[in-house]
C-alpha cells in the first residue's frame, strides 16, 4: 500500500482520511485550547477527550474484566485481548497484534530502528515503555513489589515471573528431557546442557559458560571487586542478589518450602536440592567409580578419597581433613567449646547434630537398621561398624602387633595397651584409666550409681558387663565350672 504523505511537515499516513484529518492540523486555526494545561487542539471533540486526562472520568467500562477507558476505541482495543482477536499481522515472520501500534513497534525488532535514547547513558530502545523502565536504572525506582517476601523489580513482568517462584507455576519446559522453568530464557539456557553450546568466553582465561550471567560473575575472580557489603557481620558479594540472600541468614527468612515435609530454605536452589532426597535423585556421579550424589559439594568431596587431597589443615596440631565440616569439628578438640547441651542429663556437645543424635539414647529411637540381621542403632556409623561383622572386614590394623580391629575406638583404645598412656585420674582413688568412658564406670563404685537393671529381677549394676553375666544366671547357663 503507497503511504500518503503531508506536503507540510512530511509525516506519512496509510490512509487518505487521516492525512486529510492531519492536514487540518495545519490549515485550520488551533481555536481549542484546553483551560487546565493550555494543550490546543482543533477539534471540540478531541478537547473533551483530553479532558478526562485532568477529571479521571472513564465513560467506557469492559463487561468482562471491569476495566475503564476514556474512549470507547480504547475499549474495543482492549476487549480484543479477551476474544484473542488479532487484526494486525507482521509482513516479515507473520506475528500478529491486536493493536497496530504494536505492530509498527515490532516490525522495528526487524528494521534495527531504535527511536527512543536514554539522555543519561545514551543507550536507545525500540519501544518508549522500554525507555521509561531503564531510567529507573539511573533513578533506583523499582515500583513493583513481592506482596510474599517484599523483593521489588522494575518491570512488572519481572515481578510476574518472580512470583512464580514463589507459586511453583512452570510453563517452559525442555522438549528433550521434560525439566520445566519459570522464564523462557532459563529454558533457553538449559537447552544449551544438551546441545553443549557456550556462547559467553571469558576473554581472561578462554573459559566458557552457556549463562551471560554466570560469565559476568565469573569475572569477578579475576577482579576480586565486591561491591556489596552485609551491614551485620561486613561479608562483602559480587552480585546484590547474593548480598540479599545471605541477609536471610541473619535475619531467618526462609521463603522456600518443601511441598513434601514442610522444611524451609533461604534460597530456592537449596530447595531443589533437598527436593532430591525425597525423590531420591542424584544427578552428580563420579566419574571414577560411579557412585552418586545429590549435592555437587559432595561429590566434590568425595572426589578427594581418590586423589587423597586435604584441603583443611589444622594450625594446631597438623591433621588435615578433606571435609571443612569435619575441620571444623575438630577444631572443637582443641578449644573444647560444646554450647549444645543435653536437657535430660546435661551432657554437653560441640554441634547441634551430635546433641540430636545423644538425645535418642534417652528416647530410644534407632533410625539405622541393618539390612542383614534388622539389628538396629542410633548412629548410622554404629551400623556401618556393625556391618563388618557380616562381611568380616577389620579396617584398623595395629602397626605394633598387626592385630586389626573394625573399629577405630577399640582400635585406639588397643594402642594404649602398647604406649601405656593413662590421661583419666580418679580424685577419689587416684585410680587411672585410659579413657573417659571407663573413669565415669568407675566413679559409679563411689557414689553407687547404678545405671544398668536387669529387666527379670529388677537387681542393678555399676557397669553393663556385670549386668550381662548376672542375666545368665536366669537362663541357667553355666559357662564357668
Not at 534495527?112 to 530502545?125: D, P, Q, R, T
Not at 514463589?166 to 528431557?177: D, W
Amino acid at each position: 500500500m503507497t503511504k500518503k504523505m503531508c506536503w507540510i511537515c512530511g509525516k506519512s499516513f496509510h490512509r487518505n482520511d487521516g492525512l486529510k484529518a492531519h492536514l487540518r492540523f495545519h490549515l485550520i486555526d488551533k481555536n481549542t485550547e484546553c483551560e487546565i494545561c493550555g494543550k490546543m487542539f482543533i477539534q471540540l471533540g478531541h478537547l473533551k477527550r483530553h479532558g478526562h486526562t485532568h477529571t479521571g472520568v472513564k465513560n467506557y467500562g469492559c463487561q468482562i474484566c471491569g476495566k475503564a477507558f476514556t474512549r470507547l476505541g480504547n475499549l474495543k482495543r482492549h476487549e480484543n485481548t479477551h476474544n484473542g482477536v488479532k487484526n494486525y499481522a507482521c509482513q516479515i515472520c507473520g506475528k500478529a497484534f491486536i493493536q497496530l501500534s504494536h505492530l509498527k513497534t515490532h516490525e522495528n525488532t526487524h528494521t534495527g530502528v531504535k527511536n527512543y535514547g536514554c539522555l543519561i547513558c545514551g543507550k536507545a530502545f525500540v519501544r518508549v515503555g522500554d525507555l521509561k523502565t531503564h531510567g529507573t536504572i539511573h533513578t533506583g525506582v523499582k515500583n513493583y513489589g513481592c506482596q510474599i517476601c517484599g523483593k521489588a523489580f522494575n518491570w512488572l513482568s519481572n515481578l510476574k515471573r518472580h512470583e512464580n517462584t514463589h507459586n511453583g507455576i512452570k510453563n517452559y519446559a525442555c522438549q528433550i528431557c521434560g525439566k520445566a522453568f519459570i522464564q523462557l530464557c532459563h529454558l533457553k539456557t538449559h537447552e544449551n546442557t544438551h546441545t553443549g553450546v557456550k556462547d559467553y568466553e571469558c576473554q581472561i582465561c578462554g573459559k566458557a559458560f552457556n549463562q551471560l550471567s554466570v560469565l559476568k560473575r565469573h569475572k569477578h575472580t579475576h577482579t576480586g571487586v565486591k561491591d556489596y557489603e552485609c551491614q551485620i557481620c561486613g561479608k562483602a558479594f559480587t552480585q546484590l542478589g547474593n548480598l540479599k540472600q545471605h541477609e536471610n541468614t541473619h535475619n531467618g527468612v526462609k521463603n522456600y518450602a518443601c511441598q513434601i515435609c514442610g522444611k524451609a530454605f533461604i534460597q530456592l536452589s537449596h530447595l531443589k536440592t533437598h527436593e532430591n532426597t525425597h525423590t531420591g535423585v542424584k544427578n552428580y556421579e563420579c566419574q571414577i567409580c560411579g557412585k552418586a550424589f545429590i549435592h555437587l559439594s559432595n561429590l566434590k568431596t568425595h572426589g578427594h578419597t581418590h586423589t587423597g587431597v586435604k584441603d583443611y589443615e589444622c594450625q594446631i596440631c597438623g591433621k588435615a581433613f578433606n571435609r571443612l565440616s569435619v575441620f571444623i569439628r575438630h577444631g572443637h578438640t582443641h578449644t573444647g567449646v560444646k554450647n549444645y547441651e543435653c536437657q535430660i542429663c546435661g551432657k554437653a556437645f560441640p554441634q547441634l547434630s551430635n546433641l540430636k543424635q545423644h538425645e535418642n539414647t534417652h528416647n530410644g529411637v534407632k533410625n539405622y537398621a541393618c539390612q542383614i540381621c534388622g539389628k538396629a542403632f542410633i548412629h548410622l556409623g554404629n551400623l556401618k561398624t556393625h556391618g563388618h561383622t557380616h562381611t568380616g572386614v577389620k579396617d584398623y590394623e595395629c602397626q605394633i602387633c598387626g592385630k586389626a580391629f573394625n573399629r577405630l575406638s577399640v582400635f585406639i583404645r588397643h594402642n594404649h595397651t602398647h604406649t601405656g598412656v593413662i590421661n583419666y585420674d580418679c580424685q577419689i582413688c587416684g585410680k587411672a584409666f585410659t579413657q573417659l568412658g571407663n573413669l565415669k564406670q568407675h566413679e559409679n563404685t563411689h557414689n553407687g550409681v547404678k545405671n544398668y537393671a536387669c529387666q527379670i529381677c529388677g537387681k542393678a549394676f555399676i557397669h553393663l558387663s556385670n549386668l550381662k553375666t548376672h542375666v545368665i544366671t536366669h537362663i541357667e547357663v553355666k559357662n564357668y565350672e
